[in-house]
């Protein structure tokens, strides 16, 4: 019987310790949201936040109330939202134009 091959410590450390071949069933299965979910339900949060700042608007303009710091963060979080929201389009834009790009 012949001995394997030894490699050194930190080598041997980085290899996984078990290998699948490609096209294998994975072991795990990925539990969590899939994206489309995600950026749905981000996309609902920050229509919300729009309301919300709309509502908190009408009120102070109606004199319902005369808390204008309350609506200053309400309109500001709502902005804030909205401009993330902005990038995260234009990201995906722009990944979806580099992918059409690409010669296969």
Avoid: C, W
Wanted: aromatic fraction near 2%.
């Amino acid at each position: 019987m012949t001995d394997p091959i030894q490699m050194p410590g930190s080598i041997q450390q980085m290899l996984p310790v078990s290998v699948e071949p490609p096209g294998a069933p994975a072991a795990q299965e990925v539990k969590g949201r899939d994206f489309k979910t995600i950026l749905l339900e981000s996309l609902e949060e920050v229509n919300k936040l729009q309301q919300e700042a709309d509502q908190g608007v009408q009120r102070l303009v109606t004199g319902e109330t005369d808390n204008v710091a309350e609506v200053m963060h309400a309109v500001n979080k709502a902005g804030i939202a909205f401009d993330l929201l902005m990038e995260i389009r234009n990201k995906m834009t722009e990944a979806y134009r580099e992918i059409q790009q690409m010669r296969i």
